[in-house]
């Protein structure tokens, strides 16, 4: 019976000193602590490359909240957001149909103006000429004093350019 008894006290005398320290975190506060951290760290990693299945469920979140929630302010940033990733997956159709719907429902969202803006680059780099053109002048005609307005200006001749005429045109403005 003495040796059960100085057995339980070593035991507890063991325990208690092992619970004196700092508190290990349990696993689900580790993985919410790596995912503070990890998540926009992955995020500017992914500028470059989006992962095509989050993507996917990012832009039926985004449409089920702006569908849900039309006349909430985030409504216009989420499908901003959507047009964003959408042309990040080259889903040029689906950004453009984004972008349009910012446009045409949210008259008074602040970024309204990097909306037309970024749908014409997007539609410009995509090849798609004629509907950048008029995406552009969209932008000119909501933003004709713009500080990218003139920018643009000067940059829509440039879309009837082959690009070896805009190679040409490009290196003759450098001299």
């Known amino acids: 019976m003495k040796k059960s008894i100085l057995t339980i006290a070593i035991a507890t005398i063991a325990l208690t ?17 790596i ?3 990890e998540t926009p760290l992955m995020e500017a990693a992914q500028i470059e490359s989006i992962d095509t299945a989050k993507g996917n469920e990012l832009l039926v979140l985004y449409t089920q909240f702006a569908d ?9 940033t989420y499908l901003h957001r959507a047009a964003q990733v959408a042309g ?3 889903r ?14 949210y008259p008074d969202y602040a970024k309204l103006d990097e909306c037309y803006y970024e749908k014409g680059i997007a539609l410009d780099n995509a090849g798609r000429k004629e509907e950048a053109r008029k995406a552009y002048q969209e932008f000119l005609d909501e933003y004709p004093d713009h500080f990218l307005a003139e920018d643009i200006r000067k940059a829509l001749p440039l879309l009837d350019m ?3 005429l805009l190679i040409k045109h490009l290196q003759e403005m450098e001299h």
Do not use: W
């Not at 849900?68 to 216009?76: E, K, L, V």
């Open 92 to 105: 040029i159709d689906d950004m453009t149909a984004y972008y349009n719907r910012v446009i045409n429902n």
């Open 68 to 76: 849900a929630f039309p006349d909430d302010s985030m409504s216009a």
């Open 17 to 33: 000193a092992c619970n004196n320290g700092p508190k290990a975190p349990n696993h689900d506060e580790l993985v919410q602590e």
């Open 88 to 90: 990040g997956m080259d």
């Open 35 to 37: 995912k503070a951290i």
């Open 162 to 164: 082959s690009d070896e």
